[in-house]
């Protein structure tokens, strides 16, 4: 089973600041199976980016994915108010599996 | 517009089981595959089961086989998950999800399976 590390934990900015969160697979994933979803309380998860790097329908193009291998990297540009939540990425191998999450908050 | 609608969650006592179903719609139900991800309160995701666009190939995690069962009716574009042997670690909200390619692209509202004595 791949296991994705997901860092840091928590990470506090403020409006206006750019977020990057960092996910690590414990072996390489396939580019194309790489995504990032964002989960705010009480919600269901969003996808956000697929194949590691395209923006899913509808998301502003202040989010962007980048990496390959075992590194991968979700950018905020600047934040907006609405960003503050939880961001995951997801694998999908052998099996699929999920990263522990970074809390994006309020500085 | 894709909807996932869950339901069957509730309070159940340990050892007990509960199924939960989910209605889909929006979309070519018998062409995609469909996972179960759970989520403990306050806790990450966790992928549980998923099941081919056919039902003919399910997979499950470590964590739930042998107790859960992953199944689909595509003439009723419903998607099931029957749960046996449930313990308190199982307590949490149950997502379905639809996949496209290799990616969970669309999420339902979740169900919550509560349990304990």
């Known amino acids: 089973e791949i296991v994705l590390t997901q860092s840091p934990g928590t990470l506090s900015l403020s409006p206006g600041e750019r977020a990057t969160l960092s996910c690590r697979a414990s072996?390489?994933?396939?580019?194309?199976?790489l995504a990032w979803s964002q989960q705010k309380p009480g919600q269901a998860p969003r996808l956000l980016i697929y194949?590691?790097?395209n923006r899913a329908t509808g998301i502003p193009d202040r989010f962007s994915g980048s990496g390959s291998g075992t590194d991968f990297t979700l950018t905020i540009s600047r934040l907006e108010p609405e960003d503050f939540a939880v961001y995951y990425c997801?694998?999908?191998?052998?099996?699929?599996?999920f990263g522990q999450g970074t809390k994006v908050e309020i500085k | 517009e894709v909807q996932l609608v869950e339901s069957g969650g509730g309070l159940v006592q340990p050892g007990g089981s509960l199924r939960l179903s989910c209605v889909a719609s929006?979309?070519?139900?018998?062409?995609?595959?469909m996972n179960w991800v759970r989520q403990a309160p306050g806790k990450g995701l966790e992928w549980a089961s998923n099941?081919?666009?056919?039902?003919?190939?399910?997979k499950y995690a470590d964590s739930v086989k042998g107790r859960f069962t992953i199944s689909r009716d595509n003439a009723k574009n419903a998607l099931y998950l029957q749960m046996n042997s449930l313990r308190a670690e199982d307590t949490g909200i149950y997502f379905c999800?639809?996949?496209?390619?290799?990616?969970?692209?669309?999420w339902g509202q979740g169900t919550l399976v509560t349990v304990s004595s």
């Open positions: 194949g590691a790097s």
């Open positions: 929006g979309f070519l139900f018998s062409a995609y595959e």
């Open positions: 099941i081919s666009s056919s039902g003919t190939t399910v």
């Open positions: 997801q694998q999908y191998g052998s099996s699929r599996t």
């Open positions: 999800a639809r996949v496209v390619g290799s990616t969970i692209w669309d």
């Open positions: 072996q390489s994933v396939s580019s194309s199976h």
